[in-house]
């Protein structure tokens, strides 16, 4: 089931209020960095701060875990069909984070200077950067989403991907 704009506004919104960390990755990060919706999105990425996961937990309690890849992931799920894929960050004092990659101690690097705002149906929403984007879209064979994300940014920045 595609997830509207809307229902992403309504839960960054929901952690906002709880004065919650997070920020959009993936294909509505996307978008957000393009300030319009390119396509239909099955998902959210949503990084958050590994130390607030109870408290997203919280605040996200109509949702429940529909899988467990800690520490580089979880998803949650909603009964209307709303999917999260919540990523764990851990944050240094200079900004900038890392994420597990896997269960060997790989890690993927968040710079501070990633962290930006973009929009989504005119709303201001926290997401990571274009070079961020292109970081974690290489060296993997794309799916035809990945594909078209990459089309859009090459067109709207003119730079180059990997694909």
Request: proline fraction near 6%; include cysteine.
């Amino acid at each position: 089931m595609p997830m509207p704009a809307a229902t992403v506004l309504e839960i960054l919104d929901r952690l906002r209020t709880q004065d919650l960390d997070v920020c959009l990755a993936g294909g509505w990060g996307i978008d957000a960095l393009l300030g319009r919706q390119t396509r239909e999105h099955r998902d959210l990425d949503l990084l958050h701060r590994a130390g607030q996961e109870t408290q997203v937990l919280q605040a996200l309690h109509d949702f429940r875990e529909t899988e467990n890849a800690r520490p580089v992931r979880f998803v949650l799920t909603r009964e209307d069909g709303a999917e999260l894929d919540l990523h764990p960050l851990h944050f240094a004092p200079d900004g900038s984070a890392t994420q597990a990659a896997d269960d060997h101690g790989g890690t993927f690097a968040y710079p501070a200077a990633c962290f930006v705002t973009g929009t989504i149906a005119g709303t201001p929403v926290p997401c990571i950067s274009v070079a961020q984007q292109l970081y974690f879209h290489r060296g993997y064979e794309p799916r035809p989403h990945d594909i078209a994300d990459m089309r859009e940014l090459r067109a709207q920045y003119r730079i180059n991907t990997e694909f």
